[in-house]
Each structure stands twice: as structure tokens, then as C-alpha cells.
């Protein structure tokens, strides 16, 4: 089970003008589950994507980012079961099929069409079954389709993930809803994820390219489940611009500063989601570091603890041993990193505990107290480097026997 997150129930997701969902069973990888989800977008509406690093990426997104580069997009197709990646040129041909299909039944350009897909790599996309469910999913649209969409895209999932929130931007209230998915293969450069952010703003092409870089750094790009970087990795932001808010055009105004605000709460929301409902994640970690010399020194310590087996075997046996962290630090690559000069304390929402300072452990510190932290449910870890005023905040999980189960099992 999640660690302290439960779905929102269909009210409580809110529907965003000009966006329409649907899903259907077009038994993809295994009959009888809803695997194929259709977004239709309202002509005028404008999207901007951050996609993977991994050299090995699918060829949904290679397409994506070919159609993304001539804009207007009009719908999203989205598959789970079958990743369509490590399938060369007839996975292209599959994701441009797709796409070709969409289109047909929306009446669009392919061009138009944004494909994805999650699942198992280096097997072939039975695109003719995905095509024959795509009026299942075209009749099922429905602005209410969040809730569904959000159960329809996930794969080792154990709980839908989706977000809503409503702000005040120029004197207009404007509705964000979003949707993820993940719970393995999580790393940043996209960490297996899928994210969709759709709001009914209004904002310039610019600045929303901006926001979804800016929010995926922030969100999807902070955090770590097993240290693994798929091959599909896919963060999309619409913006139909029916909230009939003056348009968003100026980084230094106000209307900015709330509505950025508010997507990046969405992204960290539906980002921390997917730890919480990592694979056989009992704990949900915060690994804050403070005091480095730049953003980037930060993140790699961060990252360092984040991305450690010892560390995260350690949390979830609530193991006192701490000199993992510690070590962790120590190889994170700072190469002028004084030891002598940092504090590490461990913490929860009751007490914190200040592990070491002066290169070693804090006089005061003593295992049970260490112990009793490490037995909550959320933990954070916070280090000071002492050596600036830049900071960066990871989050992960631990690593426990299940979570082993479950890719030994994946594709079976």
C-alpha cells in the first residue's frame, strides 16, 4: 500500500475546459483491464513536454517530440503493457500508426497527435489492438474522465494518482487537474513516469515552455525510487485558454508567480505520489540539503543518499546505521566537501535529531533516538554542507523485500 496517499474520488477531481478523457480495454498486454486512455484538446489550446534522456528512449518519444516541434496538438494517446521501446524502425511505424488513427477518428492531422506508451521494452506494440479499442475510448470521452484516465495509464501502480487545484490568476479563477503515473524505474531526467497537467489558463507558448521545465526540475526531476532512468519518460503541460484570465506574457508579474506556483505544487504533488506508491515503499523520505555552494552540489548529495541501497535497506529495517549516510556524502563528488564543517540530523513531524557534526557523531546523539525516528512512516534527512546558501530537496523511498517481488515478477 502507498505510504499516507489515497486517490481522490471522481468529485474531487476537477474537470478543465477544453480537455476531454476516455478509456477503454484493448487488451494491450492482459485482457479485461482498461490499458488504452484518448485526451481530445480544444482547437487553441497549447502544450509544451519534457521528456526523457535516456539514449534508448521509445518511439513514442521520439514522435512526440517531432510533432511537439510543429505545435497545434489536438489529442493524446496513451497505452500501458507495452512500452514500445527497443523496437527500432517498426516501433516508429507503430507509434506513427497510432497516431495516423487518432487522427482519422478526430478528424485532425497526425501531426497533431501525441503518443505514449509504458510498459514492458523490447517487446512489439500490438498496435492493431490498440488501434480497434480507440472508439471505446473516443466514445467514453467526458471532461469528468480524470478519474478513469488516471486508473487506465498505470502499470505496477498499486493507486491511481491525480491532483486538482483551483487559484485566482488575474482575477480569474483558473482549474488545474493532473494525472501520473510510476512506481518503478524512477530516476530523474524523467524518472518509468508519465505526467499530465492540463489548466484552463490562459499563457503565452514561451512561458509555458518555461513552466513545464521549470516544474519537472522541481517535481518529477527530484526524485529517486531505484535510481533507474526509463526509456519513456513523459511529462506534458496543456493550456486550453479558456479561463479567460489576461494572457500570461510577463515572468516578473503577479499572474506568474501564483499560476507557475500553482502547476509546480500540482507537479511536486503528483511527483511525491508516485514515492509514495513506489514498489514496496513502506517509507517516504525527504532528503534535504542546505548550505552548498550552488543548487547543483546540493542535488548531487541529495541524490546520493537518495540513490543508495545501503541507505534505503537501512530505513526500512529502521537500522540506526547512519554512517551510510555519511558515506553517501562523502562520494556525492564534492571534491573540497570539509567533513568537519557539516551537520546531518534525522527527523519526523514529532522531533529531530542531530546525528553528526565536527566530521563524526554528535555528541549528543544517541541510537534510540535514531531508532525512533526511523520508525515513522515519513522521515526526512537534512545535511548542512556550511559552505552557502543554495539548496535542493529530494524525495525517495525505501527499498524493502517486495520490492524485489515485483520485478522478478513484472512481466509475468
Known sequence: MPVNYTTPSPSELLPVPGVRLGVAEAGIRKPNRRDLTLIELDDGSRVSGVFTLNRFCAAPVQVCRDHLAGGHIRALVI????????????????????????ARMLEIAPGQ?????????LEPLPVDRLIAGLPAAQESLAAQGWHAAAHAIMTTDTVAKAVSRSVEVG????????MSKGAGMIKPNMATMLGFIATDACISQNLLDRLAKEAADLSFNSITIDGDTSTNDSFILIATGQADNPEIVD?????????????VD??????????????GATKFMTVAVEGGKSRDECRKVAYAIGHSPLVKTAF?????????????????????LETSRLRVWLGNADESVLVAELGGRAQSYR????????????????????????????WTCDFSYDYVKINADYRS
Open 266 to 279: 500540482v507537479a511536486v504533488r503528483l511527483a511525491q505520489a508516485i514515492v509514495r506508491d513506489g514498489e
Open 367 to 394: 541510537e534510540e533516538d535514531g531508532a525512533r525516528v526511523m520508525a515513522g512512516a515519513e522521515i526526512t534527512i537534512r545535511v548542512d554542507l556550511a559552505r552557502g546558501s543554495e539548496t535542493a530537496t529530494v
Open 316 to 336: 526500512f529495517a529502521s537500522d540506526p546505521n547512519l554512517g551510510r549516510i555519511l558515506a553517501a556524502i562523502g562520494y556525492a563528488g564534492i571534491d573540497d
Open 79 to 102: 497505452n500501458t503493457g507495452v512500452a514500445n521501446a527497443g523496437t527500432g524502425e517498426p516501433g516508429l511505424a507503430n507509434a506513427r500508426a497510432t497516431c495516423a488513427a487518432v
Open 113 to 121: 497527435v501525441l503518443p505514449f506508451s509504458t510498459g514492458v521494452i
Open 171 to 178: 482575477g480569474r479563477t483558473v482549474t488545474l487537474t493532473g
Open 251 to 263: 515572468p516578473a508579474s503577479q499572474a506568474w508567480k501564483d499560476f507557475s506556483a500553482a502547476v
